[in-house]
T-cell receptor
Framework: GENVEQHPSTLSVQEGDSAVIKCTYSDSASNYFPWYKQELGKRPQLIIDIRSNVGEKKDQRIAVTLNKTAKHFSLHITETQPEDSAVYFCAPISYNTDKLIFGTGTRLQVFP | EAQVTQNPRYLITVTGKKLTVTCSQNMNHEYMSWYRQDPGLGLRQIYYSMNVEVTDKGDVPEGYKVSRKEKRNFPLILESPSPNQTSLYFC?????????????FGNGTRLTVT
């Protein structure tokens, strides 16, 4: 079945530094690649997504890059701020299946 | 306001006492799904539904039931809850179709089974 791995599991950075989280998937039919942010005690919410016909997408301090050949996509956060502290999840969607597998999450801590 | 509404937010029950967690969305989404979230295990899919009367198992369906009689509602039923079902549960919906679309999550239900 589909395998989704996320690295690292925890990430601590100083405010202002950059953070990168990588998601590796196995289903070559995956065609939609979202990243969700979950703040403590809250629900996950979409922060950025990319489709398979695009290599990179940017939204202010957040970007997502996709490497379909290597089957991975990454979340990039620049100029990190304390409010970026949260758990981040990837959850690629495949046109082959309606089942959904989430990465196990990355806990990002941004220290002032 | 577009939203997914889950109830209740908190629920404490005893082993074996049937319970239902309700989920409703007002976005006319075809796809609805349930997840449980446990420390160190992330979000795991329990059941999903592509449309009315169409449901299918996710990765951890044992001990759960669902139904999709109307497009907007997707209740999660625990016929005989056990302590290992103590968890944080999320309902989510998204537009259907093969291109993929973002999930919209409810606020979660924290269930404790004693």
């Amino acid at each position: 079945g589909e395998n989704v791995e996320q690295h690292p599991s925890t990430l601590s950075v100083q405010e202002g530094d950059s953070a990168v989280i990588k998601c590796t998937y196995s289903d070559s039919a995956s065609n939609y690649f979202p990243w969700y942010k979950q703040e403590l005690g809250k629900r996950p919410q979409l922060i950025i997504d990319i489709r398979s016909n695009v290599g990179e997408k940017k939204d202010q301090r957040i970007a997502v890059t996709l490497n379909k050949t290597a089957k991975h996509f990454s979340l990039h956060i620049t100029e990190t701020q304390p409010e970026d502290s949260a758990v981040y999840f990837c959850a690629p969607i495949s046109y082959n299946t309606d089942k959904l597998i989430f990465g196990t999450g990355t806990r990002l801590q941004v220290f002032p | 306001e577009a939203q997914v509404t889950q109830n209740p937010r908190y629920l404490i029950t005893v082993t074996g006492k049937k319970l239902t967690v309700t989920c409703s969305q007002n976005m006319n989404h075809e796809y609805m799904s349930w997840y449980r979230q446990d420390p160190g295990l992330g979000l795991r899919q329990i059941y999903y539904s592509m449309n009315v009367e169409v449901t299918d198992k996710g990765d951890v369906p044992e001990g759960y039931k669902v139904s999709r009689k109307e497009k907007r509602n997707f209740p999660l039923i625990l016929e005989s809850p056990s302590p290992n079902q103590t968890s944080l549960y999320f309902c989510a919906s998204r537009a259907g179709g093969g291109r993929g679309s973002p999930l919209h999550f409810g606020n979660g239900t924290r269930l404790t089974v004693t």
